[in-house]
Every structure is written in structure tokens, then in C-alpha cells.
């Protein structure tokens, strides 16, 4: 049984910085793609980052270039995503996605998901 659990997110003031964390179980990790997609309430889901099975490559929305990092480490089974420089607009669940491709982009239709962590940013 798949399963994906975010971590990490909370409340901070604007400029501030967090990293969150996803780890899975029941997943072949090191050989599927992994992303990030956010959700603020009124607003459809939207991808935030991706990264390749192998780590080679990343694809990051426009609004978050810059400013957020997507990573993984294979050993773990964990996918993390740190976030600097936030920004009021960046208060959304974030949801941890994963798909048994070794490329993708933030555009891939993600089979698998996550429960979200909240992340909230004030100003």
C-alpha cells in the first residue's frame, strides 16, 4: 500500500523560511517521480516543483523560481521542498504527489498523493 505523509508546514511571517518533508512507504521511491502541488482555499491545485527519479531533473512553477528548492534523498524515501523568501500568496496545503515514472514535470498526472501539511504565511 502506497503511502505518502507530508511534514514541516506551519506558520510564519513573510521572508521567513521552511522546509518541508514527504516520506513514502510502499513505493518502489528510487525509480518514480516526485513533486509538490499546493492548494489555497477558493483555488485550484496548482504544481509547485518536481524532481526526476534520478534526480537529474527539476521543473518549478514561475511563482516559486528562486525562492524554493525541491530534493530528495533516495536512501530515506523522503522528498523535500525548501521554501524561502515566503510570501502571503504562498498560504496553501501542500500535498505531496509521486508517480512510477522516472521523468515528469509538474504538469504529470500524479496517481499517488499525500494528507498535505498547511503552510501559512502572514504578512
Known amino acids: 500500500q502506497v503511502q505518502l505523509v507530508e511534514s514541516g508546514g506551519g506558520s510564519v511571517q513573510a521572508g521567513g523560511s521552511l522546509n518541508l518533508s514527504c516520506t513514502a512507504s510502499g513505493y518502489t521511491y528510487s525509480t518514480s517521480c516526485m513533486a509538490w502541488f499546493r492548494q489555497a482555499p477558493g483555488k485550484e491545485r496548482e504544481g509547485v516543483a518536481s524532481i526526476s527519479a534520478r534526480d537529474v531533473y527539476t521543473d518549478y512553477a514561475d511563482s516559486v523560481k528562486g525562492r524554493f528548492t525541491v530534493s530528495r534523498d533516495n536512501a530515506k524515501h523522503t522528498l523535500y521542498l525548501q521554501m524561502n523568501s515566503l510570501k502571503p500568496e504562498d498560504t496553501a496545503m501542500y500535498f505531496c504527489?509521486?508517480?512510477?515514472?522516472?521523468?515528469?514535470?509538474?504538469?504529470?498526472?500524479?496517481?499517488?498523493w499525500g494528507q498535505g501539511t498547511q503552510v501559512t504565511v502572514s504578512s
Open positions: 504527489a509521486a508517480a512510477p515514472v522516472l521523468v515528469c514535470g509538474i504538469d504529470y498526472l500524479y496517481p499517488d
